[in-house]
């Protein structure tokens, strides 16, 4: 059975945490309204700064079905919403010749029913569920073209979608809806007008700190401090694509299993491929710079020992 | 201070003023230029109920949910946020400002470092006047046609207006434009006699006519113009040429979608949203009130870094061609540039390089800009008689230089490159 809605932002705030997830109270604050109001949630941000990682912690704390929207480009509504199983269909119609029915709206009828529908995504998600409302998780809108996002703006007002042949099909209980863009393109105003709106932002040093405590257990308490004080520096520089929280857990991981107790500049250059996915990045770290980080992170933390 | 005025923290229920205060802060916001309407003002008066108002960050970040949907409003609402619900005086002081009959007082001194916007936002009128104080006498203009300027000019341009005459010519001038950019194939289809694949929606339909067989519908991917990023140079060396540019821009904006537009010189401007005004008087004024850099020196490569770090990523999707509006001359010797134009090249599907020096027969790639920039272009094209939006448009639907041309200069560089 699913657990009740979080009752207030603290709540929300613990809900998450008990799914591994480090949240700050601007993301709670956002998420606790777009449950309690049943309102979508639109998070935009770089990528790997967790916003996927909302809904699939919320699908796992909450004990509801995750359904997931991928999008890409050229998305249309027989790959997100339904699809008729033409195959089935035209074996209908053939048996249907066989045995003489002639009656054209009862073939009609017969071929158009449920059982030749197949369900994508979106209808799956207006669907009623034993545990509840799903969460149903569009992810990187951005990837999609105009129309399909004009498309979601009913679905996502009404919460219901018409099958011509059919009717139109409204949601009992209505989903747990989280957007996500890596903004590639603007999403256009009207859809983010129905949401709540969110950037998230790469964490702080203290908040990145705990999410690494709790991601990558493996990796000691110092070198969880040089990564993040490393890392957080990275932040600060004019790359060309900053690493997120996705790539310090990966780097502190990666390190933990190389057993480095203690970052170097030769580890450092050995592993940096896993924190910068570009080679102009690369390149311009490898060397003298990463080393004079280092020595400044290593500097900050003898200034600032942990408590 | 109490942080909010008109509610105690234990009810958690906006009470009628509350409610008021929202809808003024709305309008504050408004003015400063966020897009609010009735529709946000009510979401967030069911939000903070919802919410409660237990502490100011609660609140902050409720109101901050409704009323921001975009990354750069957050300055504005930080600001006007932290104005607005400091005091609940300043509050009524501020709403005499909005209305324009009432005197305007005199605002604090801490509010000196507000961003522009906002304060205009609050104090209509204030914001104007200084503007026409130091509006400097206007400058003699020196034709820097072949010199590099290396002076970064801040100043504010006026446009001539165009007569109405001269806007219909320009859009029939655009009606013919033929850039030759191939159409793109999109994963949507239509309905097609010959297409590739059968249309089983279609055909399914068809079937359950009083036929015999299954008649099969086919269908074939649509096709459509590929997104269109232009980047202008309005540095000194192109001042003559930068009036047709925009108008050229601006038409370009309004006739098809998904068209972005940049301007560079010293720094790099978008302009996109100015221009996607239909008036081309008015657009054309914001788009030159936003621009600082008009006829300065130009530093190619490092507005294309910015350009590549900060915006390629998001106009450059669904295979958009860029068109780049330049004559190559770099005041920085060309730091940076052929790296810079590597990248862009890359991650576009098209980069059509318009230069106006290439009307003059003769022309070399000489400069250093020039050389830098030549090995990364998809297609170079010169611009006879730019002194119509007429002439621009042609010089864009003739065919490009050809390819022997653009071969040879490159052959050349590359020899010159390894003697060196």
């Keep these: 059975m699913s657990s009740p809605a979080p009752v207030s932002i603290d709540a929300t705030l613990e809900l998450l945490k008990s799914g591994d997830y480090i949240a700050d109270r601007s993301l709670a604050t956002v998420l606790y309204l777009a449950l309690k109001l049943g309102r979508p949630l639109f998070c935009e941000g770089e990528a790997g700064v967790g916003k996927t990682e909302i809904a699939k912690v919320l699908s796992e704390t909450l004990r509801r079905p995750l359904i997931r929207l991928q999008c890409y480009e050229g998305l249309d509504v027989a790959s997100a919403v339904y699809e008729w199983n033409y195959s089935r269909q035209m074996i209908e119609i053939r048996l249907a010749e066989a045995q003489g029915v002639h009656d054209r709206g009862q073939l009609a009828a017969d071929i158009f029913d449920e059982r030749f529908l197949i369900r994508r995504p979106l209808l799956e998600a207006l669907s009623p569920h034993t545990e509840g409302a799903p969460i149903l998780l569009i992810d990187e809108l951005d990837r999609t073209d105009e129309p399909f996002e004009a498309y979601l703006l009913e679905v996502l007002s009404d919460f219901q979608v018409t099958i011509p042949e059919l009717g139109t099909v409204k949601a009992t209980q209505k989903p747990i809806v989280i957007i996500t863009s890596n903004r590639t393109r603007e999403i256009h105003d009207a859809l983010k007008r129905r949401c709540f709106y969110h950037w998230v932002d790469y964490p702080d040093l203290e908040r990145e700190l705990e999410i690494l405590k709790v991601k990558a257990p493996g990796a000691g308490e110092r070198l969880s401090r040089q990564v993040v004080g490393f890392v957080q520096e990275l932040r600060k520089l004019d790359l060309f694509k900053a690493p997120g929280v996705a790539e310090s857990i990966d780097w502190a991981t990666a390190l933990s299993e190389l057993n480095a107790l203690d970052l170097n500049p030769k580890t450092i250059n050995d592993t940096l491929g896993v924190l910068l996915k570009y080679q102009d990045d690369i390149q311009r770290l490898q060397g003298s710079e990463a080393a004079e980080i280092l020595r400044q992170v290593n500097a900050d933390i003898a200034a600032q020992p942990l408590g | ?420």
């Design chain 2, 1 to 420: 201070m109490n942080a909010l005025p008109d509610a105690s923290p234990s009810s958690g229920r906006p009470t009628g003023r509350l409610a008021n205060n929202i809808v003024h802060f709305a309008r504050t916001l408004r003015t400063a230029g966020l897009r609010v309407g009735p529709g946000q003002v009510l979401r967030a008066i069911e939000a903070v109920e919802a919410a409660g108002l237990g502490k100011r960050d609660d609140f902050y970040w409720t109101l901050h949910s409704v009323f921001v949907n975009r990354r750069d409003q957050r300055e504005i609402f930080d600001q006007a946020f932290h104005v607005y619900w400091r005091n609940p005086r300043l509050l009524e002081k501020m709403m005499e400002m909005l209305l324009p009959q009432v005197g305007v007082p005199a605002l604090p001194e801490d509010r000196k470092q507000l961003s522009r916007r906002l304060q205009d936002a609050l104090q209509p009128g204030r914001g104007e006047a200084p503007r026409e104080e130091d509006g400097e006498p206007p400058q003699v203009e020196i034709e820097a046609t072949f010199t590099v300027s290396d002076r970064e000019v801040l100043q504010h341009r006026d446009f001539e207006q165009m007569s109405q005459t001269e806007i219909d010519q320009a859009l029939r001038a655009i009606a013919h434009l033929r850039l030759a950019v191939p159409l793109r194939r999109t994963r949507r289809y239509q309905p097609s006699r010959r297409g590739a694949r059968v249309d089983f929606r279609a055909s399914l339909r068809r079937a359950l006519r009083p036929e015999g067989l299954i008649d099969l519908r086919r269908r074939e991917p649509k096709l459509r113009p590929p997104p269109l990023v232009v980047l202008c140079d309005i540095s000194g060396s192109m001042a003559r040429y930068t009036r047709m540019f925009l108008h050229f821009m601006h038409a370009i904006t309004n006739d098809r979608d998904r068209v972005h537009c940049f301007t560079f010189g010293t720094r790099l401007s978008n302009i996109s949203r100015a221009l996607r005004n239909k008036d081309v008087d008015f657009a054309l004024q914001k788009a030159s009130a936003q621009v600082e850099d008009w006829s300065g020196g130009t530093r190619i490569g490092q507005t294309l870094h910015e350009f590549n770090n900060k915006w390629s990523r998001r106009v450059l999707g669904q295979g958009a061609v860029v068109l780049l509006i330049t004559d190559g001359l770099d005041r920085e010797g060309a730091a940076g540039l052929a790296e810079e134009m590597e990248r862009l090249h890359k991650s576009c599907a098209r980069l059509i390089w318009l230069n106006p020096l290439l009307r003059y027969g003769a022309y070399e790639p000489k400069s250093q800009g020039n050389k830098a920039m030549l090995p990364h272009v998809d297609e170079f094209r010169p611009v006879h008689n730019l002194d119509s939006l007429a002439g621009l448009i042609a010089a864009l639907s003739t065919t490009p230089v050809g390819d022997k041309r653009l071969a040879q200069w490159r052959m050349d560089l590359r020899k010159s490159g390894s003697d060196a």
